[in-house]
């Protein structure tokens, strides 16, 4: 599956952008879908998640009260909203497709497929 993301852009803190993530060559409502992020100088690390049916989704603490997941298979997209922005939320975002267990979701080795990436600056 392919993958394309957008939606990054220059923010002040406390405001909100909307990523979106388009996918297309395979089922898109075969793989849970996965938002992870890369700031200057740290590892990657998992944003959100969110079930193949939409129904479950799942966060990081970070991101817990701000940020929300949700897809459209009919369109084969998902997106993330992001609100209350803050500077540390700095970050190249990528989003990311997988089949692996729910469980598994969280870990960035569990997926295949992943989009190339949207840069997203908050400014203090």
């Known amino acids: 599956v392919q993958l394309q993301a957008c939606g990054g852009g220059l923010v002040q803190a406390g405001g909100s952008l909307r990523l979106s993530c388009a996918a297309s060559g395979r089922t898109f409502n075969n793989y849970a879908m996965g938002w992870f992020r890369r700031a200057p100088g740290k590892e990657r690390e998992f944003v959100a998640a969110i079930t193949w049916s939409g129904r479950s989704t799942y966060y990081a603490d970070s991101a817990k009260g701000r940020f929300t997941v949700s897809r459209d298979n009919a369109k084969n997209t998902v997106d993330l909203q992001m609100n209350i922005l803050k500077p540390e939320d700095t970050a190249v975002y990528y989003c990311?497709?997988?089949?692996?267990?729910?469980?598994?979701?969280?870990?960035?080795?569990?997926?295949?497929?992943w989009g190339q990436g949207t840069q997203v600056t908050v400014s203090s």
């Open positions: 990311a497709a997988t089949t692996a267990s729910w469980g598994r979701t969280a870990t960035d080795s569990e997926y295949p497929y």
